[in-house]
């Protein structure tokens, strides 16, 4: 397994493609934990929280940043902080908000999701989200709050949504006078596979949520980020869902390596899942189009075995990957994960559907 992530090898036996949140922090992690300068976050005074949210919010090219326990707790409180109960939130029917989110932003705001078709390449079908938009005086409807897009699209296998698609969004958001909010849990990784800096992207939102505990390989967080005012009312929404913490620091301190050593390699990953895409699509029993992966996500079918007794054989042989919607199945590549893995779970997978 991976020699350069020691402390990942010594604790699982299995090469682990079910996600990017598996992965275990960099030993210069647990060194800045173990370092890390604290003080109470609630009365903002944890100096390695603050100094995340600066170093976030800079990165991102928006005026401030807040730390949140997880991607779900980022998008919930945005989505609270922009919209007012019985507003909509306009969202893809693929994306993780409407999906994987406990339907949070209507049990604790009271809001109504408007899922929108989403095409394969990530995108919102462009006539359904005019559709949405238009008529928003019209009391029969439940008045539009904000508007979201994800980006890389986990659903769509880690579809990456370019620079331009984001502005023709914000600028329709705009027309409409609403905010558009960017679940952006892999946003470096939609930065990298463009291969331009991330506020080519995050330009074109008015807030974003990205995830410290996925690629980056932190061990818990997430960042709100957004405008002076808009972080200002998202720190008493964070309170209010119980994610006020107090010495913070220990999180925020491996999340600054995060942002500060571990936002290039992800470039491996992708040349990995790449790897891992072609192993597997000239493989017998696999539906795979490798064009399709465009950063560490790679999903496809089996044309006849079941899925989860491959899944299980597959584990016998140590490798877990996971289920997606429908017959689907989703590999992701990480730090934990070497090209070195990569070959044997595709020797893995062969042998397995060759019975
Ligand atoms: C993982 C993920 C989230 C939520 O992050 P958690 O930290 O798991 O709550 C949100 N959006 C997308 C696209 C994700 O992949």
Not at 26 to 34: E, F, H, L, N, V
Not at 226 to 249: D, N, P, T, Y
Not at 268 to 290: C, K, S, T, W, Y
Request: hydrophobic share 45%; proline share 4%; net charge negative.
């Amino acid at each position: 397994m991976n020699s350069h992530s020691n402390v990942q090898s010594k604790q699982s036996v299995y090469i682990d493609l079910r996600s990017d949140t598996v992965t275990l922090p960099s030993p210069a992690m647990r060194a800045a934990i173990a370092d890390a300068v604290l003080g109470d976050d609630v009365y903002g005074e944890d100096p390695t929280v603050n100094q995340l949210e600066a170093l976030a919010a800079e990165l991102v090219g928006k005026e401030a940043a807040l730390l949140v326990v997880s991607g779900t707790m980022g998008n919930l409180t945005a989505l609270l902080t922009h919209c007012q109960r019985g507003q909509r939130v306009i969202v893809g029917d693929e994306s993780h908000i409407y999906n994987y989110e406990a339907g949070g932003a209507a049990a604790l705001g009271g809001l109504v999701y408007h899922p929108l078709p989403t095409r394969p390449d990530g995108a919102l079908e462009p006539g359904a989200l005019q559709i949405a938009l238009a008529r928003s005086d019209d009391a029969h409807f439940a008045p539009p709050g904000v508007v979201c897009l994800e980006n890389t699209h986990n659903r769509c296998g880690g579809v990456v949504l370019t620079p331009d698609y984001m502005a023709q969004v914000h600028a329709q958001a705009q027309q409409a006078s609403l905010p558009l909010h960017l679940d952006g849990a892999r946003i470096f990784n939609a930065a990298v596979a463009l291969d331009v800096d991330v506020r080519e992207l995050t330009q074109h939102v008015d807030t974003v949520q990205f995830c410290l505990s996925k690629g980056l390989a932190a061990p818990v967080g997430s960042i709100v980020a957004g405008s002076r005012a808009f972080v200002q009312r998202a720190r008493r929404i964070r309170k209010m869902l119980g994610g006020g913490m107090r010495q913070a620091g220990i999180i925020a301190a491996a999340g600054i390596v995060a942002l500060n050593e571990m936002v290039e390699r992800l470039a491996e990953d992708h040349a990995n899942a790449r790897q891992l895409a072609e192993g597997l699509a000239v493989l017998p029993g696999i539906v795979l189009d490798p064009a399709r992966v465009q950063s560490d996500i790679v999903i496809f079918e089996l044309v006849e075995h079941d899925r989860d007794q491959f899944l299980a054989a597959l584990r016998e042989h140590g490798v877990l990957m996971g289920r997606m919607g429908g017959r689907r199945i989703r590999a992701v590549t990480h730090y934990g994960i070497s090209a070195a893995d990569v070959q044997t779970a595709v020797q893995v997978a062969k042998q397995v559907l060759a019975g």
